[in-house]
């Protein structure tokens, strides 16, 4: 197996990461706030990092995936690209809210309030990613099934 295939498997396999825990750290910030739970909202700021972390593998890893693969199988360039615009995007926003996130955790541990405007911050990043990602995954899924296009 070569350099280019362990991308290419690599992107195929972490891709759902982001796509499955986005939404439950959205979901986990929400309820954290509302009820007022640390341990929520602290579960949540940690999940946004694994997101962040696992987006930017994915996001790195797409350019090699599609050289890959389209030795062995033709897309529709117009559906890579779209699908490449759109993962810029959904990693752009991700990034952000982690940045937000991180900078939760590290003032909790040196037992300093974050400012009130970092969790919308978060909030409203991790909401629009999420939404992003969801039309992401949909043009991926299109690009391996193109027989599910609607």
Known sequence: ?????????????????PVIIAPVSLFLLTKGKRNESA???RLGHTLVL?????????????????DWWQ???????????????WGRISFTLLTLAGVGSLMT???ELQEEKPHPLIFRFVWWL??????SLIWTAHQGGLLRRPELAF
Do not use: C, N, R
């Open 1 to 17: 197996m070569d350099f280019s295939q362990l991308q290419a498997w690599l992107h195929v396999a972490i891709v759902h990461i």
């Open 39 to 41: 341990d929520f909202l």
């Open 50 to 66: 694994l997101v962040t972390l696992t987006s930017a593998v994915a996001y790195f890893t797409g350019p090699t995936t599609v």
């Open 71 to 85: 030795e062995k199988v033709q897309f529709d360039q117009e559906a890579v690209e779209a699908h490449g615009l």
């Open 105 to 107: 955790i590290i003032g």
């Open 126 to 131: 991790l909401f629009t990613g999420v939404i």
